[in-house]
């Protein structure tokens, strides 16, 4: 077996960095936070344009840019001093190459990687009439993606500028310590003939537990719920501290990480990236989660959005418990007592139920998972720390999420996840409809409109209208350090 299919098939322990060559090469090599999140509050997303430059002058740029990206064995190391001295790990930087940086940089096409969605392009698979996906002879519905006319018009996605050929990703503690990464970059970037086409900011948000949970609050995103709690782990220190009596996020490395086509080392790997800029209309998500209690005499909102998204706003899964609990948002759950898809305590179409079915023999349903990083974006009215979003502060844009999630095959993690699931009425069962929030279709009929309320037993049609809207994205790939640093 070759060393690296072998530390990709089982979680990895990466504290034994130091009694394994093999694997201390995959981690120096390895960008940062695929193997876990970065965990910082404030990032830039620098998108840039291979316009003009040479191939060397691309090639110079990427090696120069090799020495300022963050390794997953610094990010680890850091986040382990963190925990025992206090002082912060500081700075994080990954690279990330879309399509076009391969193309312009002349790499043969046996180490362009081969995914058949990134070599695409986000623009050109949104706009497919229908989607296939291996070994199911059926069509699904499309993606639905909105076209880039639509998109933002300033920006990195403003129409004038041409499809990004990479991102940088900055993150780091504050803001100013953002900005000051920025000008660091910028330096590198001056005079290599790269275009800055944009600047996407992430700004996590935060709320305290009405009891317990995390000190500094948990991360939320902008319709107030707790996110960010379901991942799939595939760090072995990770799964020690998690409970897993009725769901497994135990996972294999290859599931979000692949030989990188390179082949720089003998251990050099990468991962696909999906990036979506998605705008949330916080204002439309309130106002429908107050008509869907409505909807159904005496229920409080709160659980009619527990509803929608599967959760309540603190994490607690509703199909586990009938009210929120309060503390660390609880992920060993799973919808075997909930099987019935007419009266059901968590809605076949919530959210969280639609992208994680949870099912116990789902192999193939667990192969479509992805390791989710995204980070909120846009400002929200002041409020005291870890408090809640205040009633009268109800955007209807400028604000949302930028999605962003590494996996080893875009069109059967993501695009899977979207169009076979997300905007797929009929799954998981006949008329289950689409999911709420994230659903990009309007193909719906008044049978996937009903709900039901477990609590009084009632059923009730209403059309939740969706509230996320996409304004820029694309499809890359985090390359191996090595191979920014030797080109191709
Ligand atoms: C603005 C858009 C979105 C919002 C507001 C949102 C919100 C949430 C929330 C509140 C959770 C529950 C917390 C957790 O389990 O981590 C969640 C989980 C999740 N979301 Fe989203 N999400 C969005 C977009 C997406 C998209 C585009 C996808 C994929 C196509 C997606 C896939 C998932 C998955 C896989 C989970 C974990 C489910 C589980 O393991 O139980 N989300 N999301």
New binding site residues.
């Given amino acids: 077996m070759f060393k690296l299919d072998d530390i990709l098939s089982k979680p990895v322990r990466w504290r034994d960095w130091d009694q394994n060559a093999s694997l201390l090469a995959f981690l120096s090599d390895l960008q940062a936070n695929i193997l876990k999140g970065h965990g910082r509050d404030h990032t830039a997303n620098i998108f840039l344009g291979f316009g003009g430059m040479s191939r060397d002058q691309i090639a110079e740029l990427l090696r120069r840019l090799s020495f300022l990206t963050t390794s997953a064995l610094d990010q680890l190391r850091a986040a382990e001093a963190f925990k025992l001295t206090g002082v912060s790990g500081g700075r994080i930087v990954c690279v990330f190459l879309a399509r076009g940086a391969y193309a312009k940089l002349g790499v043969d096409d046996g180490k362009v990687p081969g995914d058949a969605a990134f070599r695409a392009g986000m623009r050109a698979r949104g706009k497919l009439p229908s989607l296939r996906f291996k070994g199911i002879p059926v069509d699904f519905p499309p993606l639905g993606d909105a076209d880039p006319s639509q998109w933002d018009h300033g920006g990195p996605w403003s129409q004038a500028n041409p499809e990004p050929d990479a991102m940088l990703l900055v993150a780091d503690d504050s803001a100013e310590m953002v900005d000051a990464s920025i000008f660091a970059v910028q330096r590198v970037l001056n005079g290599s003939g790269c275009r800055v086409l944009g600047i996407d900011k992430g700004l996590a948000q935060r709320r305290r537990q009405s009891s317990g949970g995390n000190p500094k609050g948990e991360g939320i995103?902008?319709?107030g719920?707790?996110?960010?709690?379901?991942?799939p782990l595939f760090l072995e220190e990770d799964l020690d501290a998690e409970p897993h009596a009725r769901w497994s996020p135990r996972f294999a490395p290859s599931q979000f990480i692949q030989a990188d086509p390179s082949h720089c080392t003998e251990v050099a790997s990468g991962s696909y990236f999906v990036y979506?800029k998605?705008e949330?209309n916080v204002k439309r998500f309130k106002a429908q989660e107050l008509e869907l209690a409505g909807k159904f005499p005496g229920m409080d909102p709160e659980r009619a959005g527990a509803m929608v998204?599967?959760?309540f706003e603190d994490?607690t899964p509703v199909g586990l418990l009938a009210e929120p609990a309060g503390g660390d948002p609880i992920?060993d759950f799973n919808y075997d007592g909930d099987p019935n898809p007419a009266a059901a305590r968590c809605p076949f179409k919530a959210?969280?139920r639609k992208?994680?079915p949870?099912s116990h023999d789902g192999e193939a349903e667990r192969s479509r998972?992805?390791a989710?990083r995204?980070i909120t974006y846009g400002h929200r009215a002041k409020r005291p720390n870890g408090a809640d979003f205040p009633e009268d502060d109800r955007p209807e844009r400028d604000v949302?999420?930028l999605?962003m999630?590494y996996m080893a095959d875009i069109s059967e993690q993501?695009e899977f996840?979207?169009s076979a699931w997300?905007n797929n009425p009929e799954f998981q069962h006949e008329n289950t409809g689409v999911d709420p929030?994230?659903a990009q279709t309007r193909n719906r009929t008044s049978a996937h409109m009903m709900w039901h309320d477990a609590s009084t037993k009632r059923d009730a049609e209403y059309d939740f209208a969706p509230c996320?809207s996409l304004k820029g994205g694309d499809y890359f790939f985090a390359p191996s350090i090595s191979f920014l640093q030797r080109g191709p």
Avoid: C, K, W
């Fill in positions: 995103e902008h319709f719920y707790v996110d960010g709690r379901s991942q979506r998605l949330q998204i599967g959760r994490g992920n959210h969280v992208t994680n949870r998972l992805m989710r995204g949302g999420l999605f999630a993501f996840t979207q997300a929030p994230i996320v």
